[in-house]
């Protein structure tokens, strides 16, 4: 399958621990993004790459959490001292990039459900 | 502040019947929109997309129509099947490959 993938699919930690989510985007796709999603809404934007460079942040994205992709390739989103409000799914999603409208259109992951005790 | 707003949150259909799910949104500088569906335990899957240059696009039994001047799309399932049942997002971007903004999402029911 080559779709966009993310590991682990559910994090069960205590309040004030740190969690590490994987996302790995289809494999031609230089753009990348992170959303969260809550009980009974839409997914919300945090955060978008292209390629390594980290090109947008949303104001949801406080200084406890911080994304990585380092290579271009995979993506990483860490949250320090987790809170019982950072209790959502959290999604990637990928697209291809470059230049006509079927190069932006994003495809997702399956999703990390957090759940903060 | 939501910008895209789905006012329906459910939605039941007889099958065969046609399934008409509405969204608005409040920022004029969108110009790129998209539908997407998602079943439980699964991320949104992409269902068909239009720029604000069109006013309908047709993708099999999928029809997005854009109303820009109302500031409202719509999606079109004809004819709707028991298969179609799931959690529809609207969303759009304010140009191309620039975040999304979601909608809350309807669900739709296709009976039998």
């Known amino acids: 399958d080559t779709g966009v993938s993310q590991n682990p699919r559910h994090k069960i930690t205590k309040r004030g621990q740190n969690v590490t989510f994987r996302c790995d985007p289809i494999s031609e796709h230089n753009r990348l993004y992170w959303y969260r999603q809550t009980l009974g809404q839409g997914p919300e934007f945090l955060t978008y790459f292209q390629n390594e460079a980290q090109l947008e942040k949303s104001r949801l994205l406080s200084d406890r959490f911080s994304a990585e992709r380092p290579k271009g390739s995979f993506s990483t989103l860490e949250i320090q001292r987790t809170e019982q409000g950072d209790s959502a799914m959290y999604l990637c999603a990928s697209s291809l990039g470059g230049s006509g409208r079927l190069s932006y259109e994003q495809y997702f992951g399956p999703g990390t459900r957090l759940t903060v005790t | 502040d939501q910008q895209v707003k789905q006012n329906s949150p459910s939605l039941s259909v007889q099958e065969g019947r046609i399934s008409i799910l509405n969204c608005d949104y409040t920022?004029?500088?969108?110009?790129?929109f998209l539908w997407y569906k998602k079943y439980p335990a699964e991320g949104p899957t992409f269902l068909i997309s239009?720029?604000?240059?069109?006013d309908k696009n047709e993708d099999g039994r999928f029809t997005v129509f854009l109303n820009k001047s109302a500031k409202h799309l719509s999606l079109h399932i004809v004819p709707s099947q028991p298969g179609d049942s799931a959690v529809y997002f609207c969303?759009?971007?304010?140009?191309?490959?620039?975040?999304?903004?979601f909608g809350t999402g309807t669900s739709l029911t296709v009976i039998p």
């Open positions: 969303a759009a971007s304010v140009g191309y490959g620039n975040q999304f903004y």
């Open positions: 239009i720029s604000s240059i069109k």
């Open positions: 920022n004029s500088m969108f110009d790129y």
